[in-house]
């Protein structure tokens, strides 16, 4: 499965950074596209472990279930499908390094994989990844540097 990869680099810690991305009921606030989140598992520090989402994506509304994987934090956080209405795959992860000499600089990298339960061409399933990534990169550094 071909994956979309892109990077941002963020006026924050990798801590603050990771502290973002695991905030996943603050999502709707500033990913395009997601309406509802709802943590349904937790860790015992209270990081979700099992996401239940409400998005928007190509005109249609989907639903979906994600497990997370926070086993590298705060370096990286990763998530997997569970169970969706429209996909059939989703893997993705956010990795945080600090930038060399910059204190308080950290590049953000994303990467996305979906597989579509409903046939599209690769082109425009590549595209749509694109925009996802692009979009939630440039939200990610609004939030963060807020």
């Known amino acids: 499965m071909e ?7 963020v006026e924050a810690t990798v801590d603050q950074c990771f ?10 606030e500033w990913v395009e596209g997601i ?8 860790d015992d520090e209270g990081r979700p472990l099992t996401a239940r989402f409400e998005a928007e994506a190509a005109g249609r509304k989907t639903d979906y279930t994600l497990e997370y ?11 997997s499908l569970l169970e969706g209405d429209l ?20 590049e953000v990298q994303y990467e996305l994989a979906i597989d579509l339960a409903v046939p ?5 399933k590549r ?4 925009k996802i990534v692009t979009s939630a990169l440039k939200g990610f550094k609004r939030r963060v540097e807020r």
């Open 35 to 42: 309406s509802v989140t709802e943590i349904l598992t937790s």
């Open 87 to 106: 996909t059939r795959s989703i893997k993705g992860r956010y990795s945080y390094r600090p930038v060399d000499g910059a204190e308080h600089q950290t």
């Open 69 to 79: 994987d926070l086993s590298n934090a705060p370096n990286q956080m990763s998530w």
């Open 127 to 130: 595209r749509a990844e694109d």
């Open 3 to 9: 994956q979309t990869t892109a990077s941002i680099t």
């Open 120 to 124: 599209m061409p690769g082109f425009v």
């Open 19 to 28: 502290a973002i991305g695991v905030d996943i009921a603050a999502y709707p």
